[in-house]
């Protein structure tokens, strides 16, 4: 695809749009009607030739622009893009020229012409934007290509919001209608030569649609982001329907307010107790877990998953499934944690956890049943210049989705650990191991460039910092393939007696031998679990 610029002062869009040469597009030529337009120099830097066509005293505009299609025609160009080109095209251009765009900054139909900022304060509107168009002879009227919208806020004047339309909507907008053409998907209905409709082959909505608009509210500035240097602030999306830690109630009003790694930690750890029908408790270090268990009872849960790593539980955050009684309370308010979150508190729990002057208390409400309990079906993560957005991991395999693919078969009880490791396994950050015995975690091995070193760590962990916990005859999961028998040498050497993993690489027949080699059980769930945020 091959433009034509056409700009009567600094030309930015055009600038930019050669930078990021959407669709592979680019720029043969920038022409201008004025002979200091500083997007001369823009172009020659760039390496785009230019032309200087000035309207003489008194010449008309089909003259003008019949010099301006002679001074085009040694040019290769497949659409003509305007960029504040202060002139109205007659049909004769139109006519004689390829399909030829311009963004106006405002959401046509609305405050169409000169000064449209000023028209989106005065009407007092608190959504503007940007629209990219067919030209056509009428101003600012012809079939429209793309919107980008932008919030107006209460101090903007027409400067500020002048700049944020042209960096947040004009530099999305036209780019991407650039990219359209250049991958042929624009379709034009014309009636009598005149463009009067547009569509765009594949601009539909679905799970994952061809444009996503977040609208968020600032909920709360924060102290500091992750580090102190760093400022932060944290936003809600009000439509959300899942019990979170944004918008919770925070109950000990004499604790400091929540920060961005306490919101962070927070959200990990309810995500992993929500995986859970029976009571769950989870203690939560840097998004990863220190410990996570079910049983009978919410306290005997928090004090199985406190157990397995008691010293980096220092500082961590505490989530449960359940509500929150008072001997849980007494337990967790037995050492320092930062936040602890739940469904709901007794009065006689929160006169416990009150007494801690700087632990946070979360209410979250109620986390409903089932598949409720996850009802935001998207995750999405930040990255410079776009978003990643997924769908969450809500895999959660039963004894039946297992193929066991060992000489020796796990037994009834080993089979539980599996499914509790795995369902644990899922909130470790890769590579993750996970080392349980019961519905309890035993070692954690987390973030670890090499699987066989996950390995080693979870064993460690088991050694050195579980209480009244063993490795010994304990279950192993592993959230990829083990590509080499080495982490099973080393799990056998911890004393692991059954390993739950996803199966998948080409060395799984001497995995499985090693296996075999020791005397464990092995089971494939055929999907993995990675975590890397």
Not at 14 to 20: E, Q
Not at 153 to 163: I, M
Not at 204 to 213: H, K, M, S, T, V
Not at 236 to 248: K, L, Q, R, Y
Request: hydrophobic share 40%; net charge negative.
């Amino acid at each position: 695809m091959k433009i034509a610029g056409l700009a009567s002062n600094r030309g930015r869009n055009l600038r930019h749009i050669a930078d990021v040469a959407p669709g592979g597009a680019e720029l043969s030529v920038v022409l201008t009607n004025r002979e200091q337009a500083p997007v001369l120099e823009a172009a020659t830097e760039r390496r785009i030739p230019t032309e200087v066509v000035e309207r003489e005293d008194d010449e008309s505009r089909a003259s003008h622009e019949r010099r301006i299609l002679d001074r085009l025609e040694s040019y290769d160009f497949d659409l003509v893009c305007l960029d504040g080109y202060m002139r109205v095209l007659t049909d004769e251009f139109l006519d004689s020229a390829p399909t030829t765009l311009n963004v106006h900054p405002s959401l046509l139909p609305a405050f169409p012409g000169m000064n449209a900022h000023e028209q989106v304060l005065d009407a007092g509107v608190r959504t503007t934007g940007c629209t990219v168009h067919v030209v056509t002879e009428a101003i600012d009227d012809g079939p429209i290509v793309t919107q980008e919208p932008v919030p107006v806020y209460g101090d903007d004047d027409a400067d500020s919001l002048k700049d944020r339309v042209l960096r947040d909507a004009e530099f999305t907008a036209y780019p991407r209608a650039v990219r359209w053409f250049a991958e042929d998907r624009v379709t034009m209905e014309r009636e009598d030569g005149e463009a009067v409709d547009v569509t765009v082959e594949g601009d539909a909505g679905g799970d994952f649609p061809e444009r996503r608009f977040v609208s968020e509210e600032r909920a709360e500035t924060l102290r500091y982001g992750e580090n102190p240097h760093q400022d932060a602030a944290l936003y809600a999306d009000d439509g959300c329907e899942e019990a979170g830690v944004v918008g919770a109630d925070q109950l000990n009003p004499g604790a400091k307010g929540m920060g961005y790694n306490n919101y962070n930690d927070a959200d990990a750890a309810l995500n992993l107790v929500k995986e859970f029908d029976d009571p769950a408790a989870a203690v939560i270090k840097h998004t990863n877990p220190a410990g996570c268990a079910t049983s009978d009872t919410l306290a005997d849960a928090y004090d199985r998953a406190l157990s397995t790593d008691a010293k980096s539980a220092f500082g961590g955050i505490v989530a449960l499934n359940r509500e929150c009684d008072a001997d849980t309370a007494t337990a967790v308010a037995d050492s320092f944690k930062e936040v602890v979150v739940a469904p709901g508190y007794t009065d006689s729990a929160l006169d416990v956890l009150r007494e801690k002057g700087n632990l946070r208390v979360l209410d979250v409400g109620p986390l409903g049943e089932g598949e409720e309990r996850f009802a935001e079906r998207f995750s999405e993560k930040p990255v410079v210049g776009g978003r990643l957005v997924q769908e969450r991991d809500r895999q959660s395999p039963t004894a039946a989705d297992l193929e066991v693919v060992t000489e020796r078969e796990p037994t009834d009880e080993q089979v539980e650990t599996m499914l509790f490791a795995w369902r644990t396994l899922k909130h470790v950050k890769s590579n993750g191991i996970l080392f349980a015995t019961g519905t309890e975690t035993v070692g954690v091995g987390m973030g670890q460039v090499s699987r066989v070193d996950a390995v080693t760590l979870a064993a460690m962990k088991a050694e050195k910092d579980a209480e009244g916990k063993s490795a010994e005859g304990a279950v192993m999961a592993s959230d990829a393939f083990f590509p080499f028998p080495d982490a099973i040498e080393e799990a056998a050497e911890a004393g692991i007696e059954a390993v739950i993993q996803p199966g998948g690489s080409v060395n799984d027949e001497d995995v499985i031998a090693a296996a075999d080699e020791h005397d464990m059980a092995m089971a494939f769930t055929g999907s993995r679990c990675f975590r890397h945020n």
